[in-house]
């Protein structure tokens, strides 16, 4: 009798996960690629990649197999000037994301313009291809839909990086893998609500501003502000840099930890990076033995500070 209390139990337990599962999992889905993606959806799930945090490719969360964005104004083929154009490429092996393994859920409209105007189906991931987002008109509205560059225009993965330059690409795939990883959204939300927030954060999002990035980071608390719009709001690097590796710099009474160490072992001149005669110097500092306060160093270009910085400053 107990034997068959337990199989009963089991069973109801097995039902109420499976429902649980359709309900979060299934349902959101469905209710996505009812809805259009917006620009913003399309810009993050391709700066972001098929997974913008623990995943087969990345599973040390150190931001490898990530899309890079570039900012181009030039045509990389012919190196003709070109009005301004962000792309994302990815190179040979990199993932792609949903919205181009999986088009419809990119939603009515964005789905039909991506396959038959902007050739996604025909993006190889052994070969790797360049996106970038593109408008027309559908059912007489205007839909923002991905382009598959690589066939429309013959961009090549190689040729967009050259032409844009490491002053023009950003790694913001590889960011949003250190937001995830350093906890950033246990204190800062991706979020603002409905309410008076709308005032200092920015608007709240959308549904489709959702479409295809996996997971989200709306996080779990707001101990420290809302950052859905930072980079609108605070579009300086230097401020960044010094806000990362050691807050009380521009706040002084921040309870938010330092992250100076993922500026790595040495700076972008290639020198090893003193952190203990930085943190005496600061300390100097902040007793008021020193007018001044240390120079932050620059970061070097593989620096996972670099990655963190590339993402807080794409939002926008």
């Given at each position: 009798?107990?034997?068959?209390?337990?199989?009963?139990?089991?069973?109801?337990?097995?039902?109420?996960?499976?429902?649980?599962?359709?309900?979060?999992?299934?349902?959101?889905?469905?209710?996505?690629?009812?809805?259009?993606?917006?620009?913003?959806?399309?810009?993050?799930?391709?700066?972001?990649?098929?997974?913008?945090?623990?995943?087969?490719?990345?599973?040390?969360?150190?931001?490898?197999?990530?899309?890079?964005?570039?900012?181009?104004?030039?045509?990389?083929?012919?190196?003709?000037?070109?009005?301004?154009?962000?792309?994302?490429?990815?190179e040979a092996g990199?993932?792609?994301?949903?919205?181009?393994?999986?088009?419809?859920?990119?939603?009515?409209?964005?789905?039909?313009?991506?396959?038959?105007q902007g050739r996604?189906?025909?993006?190889?991931?052994?070969?790797?291809?360049?996106?970038?987002?593109?408008?027309?008109?559908?059912?007489?509205?205007?839909?923002?839909?991905?382009?598959?560059?690589?066939?429309?225009?013959?961009?090549?993965?190689?040729?967009?990086?050259?032409?844009?330059?490491?002053?023009?690409?950003?790694?913001?795939?590889?960011?949003?893998?250190?937001?995830?990883?350093?906890?950033?959204?246990?204190?800062?939300?991706?979020?603002?609500?409905?309410?008076?927030?709308?005032?200092?954060?920015?608007?709240?999002?959308?549904?489709?501003?959702?479409?295809?990035?996996?997971?989200?980071?709306?996080?779990?608390?707001?101990?420290?502000?809302?950052?859905?719009?930072?980079?609108?709001?605070?579009?300086?690097?230097?401020?960044?840099?010094?806000?990362?590796?050691?807050?009380?710099?521009?706040?002084?009474?921040?309870?938010?930890?330092?992250?100076?160490?993922?500026?790595?072992?040495?700076?972008?001149?290639?020198?090893?990076?003193?952190?203990?005669?930085?943190?005496?110097?600061?300390?100097?500092?902040?007793?008021?033995?020193?007018?001044?306060?240390?120079?932050?160093?620059?970061?070097?270009?593989?620096?996972?500070?670099?990655?963190?910085?590339?993402?807080?400053?794409?939002?926008?």
């Amino acid at each position: 009798m107990a034997f068959r209390e337990y199989k009963i139990g089991s069973r109801l337990f097995g039902v109420a996960l499976g429902g649980s599962m359709v309900i979060t999992l299934y349902m959101p889905t469905v209710d996505m690629t009812s809805v259009a993606v917006t620009e913003m959806g399309l810009t993050k799930q391709l700066s972001y990649g098929r997974i913008g945090g623990f995943s087969y490719e990345d599973p040390f969360l150190r931001g490898d197999g990530k899309p890079k964005t570039v900012v181009l104004n030039k045509d990389p083929k012919t190196n003709e000037p070109i009005e301004t154009v962000q792309a994302f490429v990815y190179e040979a092996g990199t993932p792609f994301p949903s919205g181009i393994n999986h088009p419809r859920t990119l939603g009515p409209g964005a789905t039909e313009l991506s396959t038959a105007q902007g050739r996604i189906e025909e993006a190889n991931h052994d070969n790797g291809a360049v996106f970038v987002i593109s408008r027309a008109t559908h059912n007489g509205e205007t839909v923002n839909y991905i382009e598959n560059a690589s066939a429309t225009r013959g961009w090549q993965p190689s040729q967009v990086l050259n032409a844009a330059g490491d002053a023009n690409t950003h790694l913001i795939g590889s960011g949003k893998i250190m937001f995830v990883r350093e906890g950033c959204w246990w204190c800062h939300t991706l979020l603002p609500e409905q309410t008076q927030d709308w005032q200092y954060f920015g608007i709240p999002p959308r549904l489709g501003d959702y479409n295809g990035e996996s997971p989200t980071a709306f996080g779990s608390d707001r101990k420290a502000p809302d950052l859905l719009h930072v980079g609108s709001r605070n579009a300086s690097k230097e401020w960044m840099m010094m806000h990362f590796f050691n807050p009380r710099l521009v706040q002084p009474h921040s309870i938010m930890p330092r992250y100076d160490y993922l500026w790595g072992e040495n700076d972008a001149d290639g020198k090893a990076i003193d952190y203990d005669a930085w943190r005496t110097a600061y300390n100097d500092y902040a007793h008021g033995k020193t007018v001044i306060p240390p120079d932050v160093p620059n970061y070097a270009a593989d620096s996972e500070i670099r990655y963190l910085i590339d993402f807080i400053m794409s939002l926008k």
